[in-house]
């Protein structure tokens, strides 16, 4: 009799243990969360912007430096030998400053859309980890790293929508302020 008590017991204990072993796993899409993020969203039309502006920069000063070259096409056939090398010492400087310049301008943009992307993978994660435990996840996945899960299961335990909507309220993006009007 108490041996069958010791094993009913046992059976108990092991069969909570295995029930608490297995968790709910949950999915989230980061791709799709961020394109739909309202501060991504923003962030990345200014990122835009500020590359155009980085390009229009690049182009113009080629295009200048590019006259400053013909130009010297033009006047080198009156121009001394040391006038001519001269001439082509300031125009080979000016040309490694300005692909400097460009170089710096790219790093610069480089940089910003990195650490962009590190302050949407920390408010992310942080708004994942809340909203798996208060909805008994164990276990959140990304789906892009997700080699199989039916489709019943991904639909039923997508977190991403949850994501999108907890991020747009946590870091709400305040509208550009309208120029004055015109007088």
Known sequence: MKRSVFLLSLLFSYSSMAETAVSKIGFVNFDNAIKEENEAKKFIADLEKEKEQVLKSEQEKTAAFQKKVEDYKKTSASLTPKAKEEKEM???????TLQ?????????????EQSMLADLETKNRLLVKSIAEQNGYGVVLNMAAVVYASE???KANDITSKLVEQYNKAYAVKPAAKAPPKK
């Open 100 to 112: 400097q310049s460009f170089q710096l301008a790219r790093l610069s943009l480089q940089q910003k």
């Open 90 to 96: 300031a125009l080979t400087q000016e040309m490694s």
């Open 152 to 154: 019943k299961e991904l």
